[in-house]
């Protein structure tokens, strides 16, 4: 429930919050308050300060992908016909409902205007999932396609000064 509530200047103790649960998103209030050294009920009210005004988005749980057998990941640039509100908006809509995609961006440079994470098994999946859904969007006109070899980092959390 994001407000105009936005803080003008997050203190230590709101930074401090955000570094904890960055890192550790199901820690309980009275474990942070200890660890940021407040009492319990300040640090809640400061947690609750943070979600309400959409400081902090949601918390997740990180899933190793492997583990359930999705394998591969591609990094797909999308370039579509026209430039219009409405072709965009049929894009978006249509690419997130599908389930592989797991994060859409819209950029610039290198005739793209899009970018997509997938993941999938193999690479049988991601040949099902290119020809049959994302190449039959209407208004893709390009699409290139790059396979992650490894990962080397992934910032699960923003560094706060």
């Keep these: 429930m ?14 401090a919050i955000l570094r904890v649960l960055q890192q550790e998103g199901r820690i309980s209030n009275q474990e942070l308050a200890d ?7 300040p640090c809640l009210r400061r947690v609750r300060a ?6 902090i988005d949601g918390y997740r749980a990180l899933i190793n992908a492997r583990k359930l057998g999705l394998k591969l ?29 797991i994060e859409c961006l819209v950029v610039t440079g290198h005739d793209t205007d ?14 099902d999932l290119l020809l049959n859904q994302i190449t039959r969007i209407e ?17 699960g959390h923003m560094g706060l000064d």
């Design 50 to 55: 943070l979600e309400n005004s959409g400081i």
């Design 139 to 155: 208004g893709v006109t390009g699409v290139h396609s790059s396979f992650v070899l490894r990962r080397i980092f992934e910032r």
């Design 114 to 127: 899009y970018q997509l994470k997938v993941l999938v098994k193999d690479m049988e999946d991601y040949q």
């Design 2 to 15: 994001e407000t105009d509530l936005v803080p003008t200047a997050l203190d230590r103790h709101d930074k």
């Design 73 to 101: 990941m591609a990094l797909l640039h999308i370039s579509m016909d026209r430039h219009t509100p409405e072709r965009f908006s049929n894009f978006e809509a249509r690419i997130s409902a599908i389930p592989q995609v």
């Design 35 to 41: 660890r940021i050294g407040l009492s319990p009920s």
